[in-house]
């Protein structure tokens, strides 16, 4: 099963969720948390699990045999990022536009282009009691998450429940991340922003027909806006984490919730219990 | 005319609030809003009176059935896992265009994509520039480029000093292309964990790209000691603490009013962000 944990606004406790939910669960099984925020990944700040992997991960960039090229100027013409040019002799790449597809370097009629890796970030794993991290950190100066996200998402174990902390926002970073799940946690908090970012985050998952549920976090401040819209939209609102700075100031120390308040635990295992059935009703459906 | 931008890394940590404080408080000014996939700061600033313009960008690929002979060579390929069962998933279709290119009897064509909106709105601020990134696009950096430069065309043609951008999350390419050029990068931070790991990040983003660093810690008191490890950090860096913001419900009060905080409340934080602008206009030489 793989849970999804978005939310469209920063800092509605996405990465809070996800790790306490990996946290509850792990006594009882095997889980895997795979952190697809990779320009900011946060999670194993609040795991502290020791990394015992690391490797690059590696975007494939064109690079040209100048003694074969023509300058005929075909990769130039195909390329849909403009990340490569030709004029007159000389042959431009711009690595920061490519998106690796591969079709300059296929379609060269010299075969001229072979391709090379350009390290875009890393991945890195650790694993302890039952619970195992994949990380995925896009290095600082490159634009481009996705590559960095698949790279972590291939390392999927099927036999392990699977949550993964997707990164802010709706663009394609959160489709890449989030695409595949089984069912997708929309974190958000009773306010204006929340609610704009959240409906913005709905039309993703439907975009994507993954069911979903919401999880309201600082309830106490803000209005009720929020849950009249889940209401409006029948979308459930699967728990409720109140406003209270004893959360806010453990999550500040980098200690997760369910170990700084373990009472949240039964609230966490409550959560998964209710995910497993709406994801079973879905499957019965089908 | 200086371009302030603001960034986080980290969601949440205040960047929308904090700027639309600073387009109450600024005199002249053109206000763009880069955080396209999830804008909030139109909800701050009572806009009316919107123009829209269609954001058209990249493409996608389209299969027609009756032409295509299922040899799978397309499949075989795509590099972003967009085909299978000899349909394209325009989700995750990055509009390469390699499919297009080989298909050996031109069944595939390559169509515009209309991937979101721009809008120029007027509110009793001033301008506003902003947008929304259609849901599960791409080219979210060219649309974000396209914002600022809106912003900066009117900026020109209406003689204002200050252009101020609220900028994305992350450290990605909506990030860095609303980062370039700017005179000023200032970086709304929190003293929790996450927080001070996101902005050591962003603020390598901004010194790859010779952009200029103020940081601004908000919820200061909600943990003094990381607060204290924020201002030691900076100034190792050489990088100035242009404010402290204390950790207070006004913010989100105001949020729900949909007024900037400085409008809401004559207190203590309404002072502070006052003392932020400052600093920062001063800064900025203006």
Known sequence: ?286 | MKEIVVLSGKGGTGKTSIVACFASLARSKVLADCDVDAADLHLLLSPNAREDKEFWSGRVAFIDEEKCTECGLCQELCRFAAISDFKVDHVSCEGCGFCYQVCPVDAITMKDSMSGHSFISKTKYGYLCHARLGIAQENSGKLVALVRQNAKLIAERENLDYIITDGPPGIGCPVISSLSGANLALLVTEPTLSGIHDLERVIGVCRHFGVPVSVCVNKCDLNEDNTSAIESYCGKEAIEVAAKISFDNVMTEAIVQGLPVVEYSDGKVTHQIRELWQAVSAKLGK
Not at chain 1, 37 to 64: C, G, M
Not at chain 1, 74 to 90: D, L, T
Not at chain 1, 266 to 273: A, D, I, S
């Open chain 1, 1 to 286: 099963m793989i849970i999804s944990v978005a939310s469209g606004k920063g800092g509605t406790g996405k990465t809070l969720v996800a790790t306490s939910l990996a946290i509850s669960l792990r006594p009882n099984h095997r889980v895997q948390l795979l952190d697809c925020d990779v320009e900011e990944p946060n999670a194993n700040i609040l795991l502290r699990l020791a990394i015992t992997h690391s490797q690059p991960v590696y975007v494939p960039i064109p690079s040209v045999d100048e003694a074969k090229c023509t300058y005929c100027g075909k990769c130039a013409e195909i390329c849909a990022y403009n990340a490569i040019g030709v004029i007159k002799k000389k042959v431009l790449i711009f690595p920061e536009l490519c998106h690796g597809c591969g079709a300059c370097s296929y379609l060269c009629p010299e075969s001229a282009i072979t391709e090379e890796g350009k390290e875009v970030g890393v991945f890195e794993t650790g694993d302890s009691e039952n619970l195992g991290l994949i990380q995925g950190r896009l290095n600082v100066g490159e634009a481009m998450a996705p590559p960095v996200i698949r790279e972590v998402k291939k390392h999927i174990d099927c036999g392990s429940v699977v949550i993964i902390d997707i990164p802010p926002g709706t663009s394609c970073p959160v489709i890449e991340a989030v695409k595949g799940s089984d069912f997708c946690l929309l974190v958000t908090e009773p306010t204006p922003f929340g609610l704009n970012d959240l409906s913005l985050a709905v039309e993703v998952v439907r975009e994507l027909d993954i069911p979903s549920g919401v999880i309201v976090n600082r309830v106490g401040l803000g209005t009720d806006e929020v849950e009249q819209y889940c209401h409006r939209e029948e979308i459930p609102i699967m728990l409720r984490i109140p406003l209270d700075r004893d959360i806010a100031t453990h999550y500040s120390g980098g200690i997760a919730l369910v170990e700084g308040m373990p009472r949240w635990r039964q609230e966490f295992l409550r959560l998964f219990q209710d995910i497993r059935g709406v994801t079973a009703v879905k499957r019965l459906a089908k």
